[in-house]
């Protein structure tokens, strides 16, 4: 769910909130409000197979497929702009790649009870640590795959 401010907020910072798994951008609604209400411009795509996207996970090949609705925001952003990325649970490991794909674009990345890849490890790595820790026996083990 795309959520923009109006123009006349476009004096404040530009905040993207990146959800976790299984959610959408509108899990941000509350937040959203409250920002834009303190005169800030705030984006929460929903990620490929989240939100409105209805197509099923197993259909997302990549992990960076997963994040290209975020990255193609910031591929569009104007020349100069910075935004502040905010990203909560998995949406960590989504803002870690936009962060290192777009840096020029980045004023901040805020990792808010989030997953963080290391500067050694991939975001597989990540990843995969959590699909074995929480799917482990599960059908979801067998389908998560990013």
């Known amino acids: 769910m795309e959520m923009e401010a109006p123009a006349d907020q476009a004096s404040g910072k530009h905040i993207v909130l990146v959800h976790g798994a299984c959610v959408g951008g509108w899990a941000w609604f509350k937040v959203a409000t409250r920002l834009r209400d303190a005169g800030h411009r705030v984006s929460a795509p929903d990620l490929a197979a989240s939100g409105v996207d209805p197509r099923p996970l197993r259909e997302v090949p990549t992990f960076r497929d997963y ?3 975020l990255l193609d925001l910031l591929e569009c952003l104007p020349p100069g702009e910075k935004v502040v990325l905010v990203g909560h ?3 960590g490991v989504n ?3 936009a962060c290192e794909l777009f840096p020029e674009k980045v004023a901040a990345a805020v990792f808010l009870s989030a997953f963080m890849p290391d500067h050694r490890s991939s975001p597989a790595y990540v990843l995969e640590k959590v ?3 929480i799917c482990k026996g599960t059908p979801a083990y067998c389908s998560l795959y990013y």
């Open 67 to 69: 994040t290209k609705p």
């Open 89 to 91: 649970s998995l949406g």
């Open 95 to 97: 803002i870690a790649l």
């Open 131 to 133: 699909r074995r820790r």
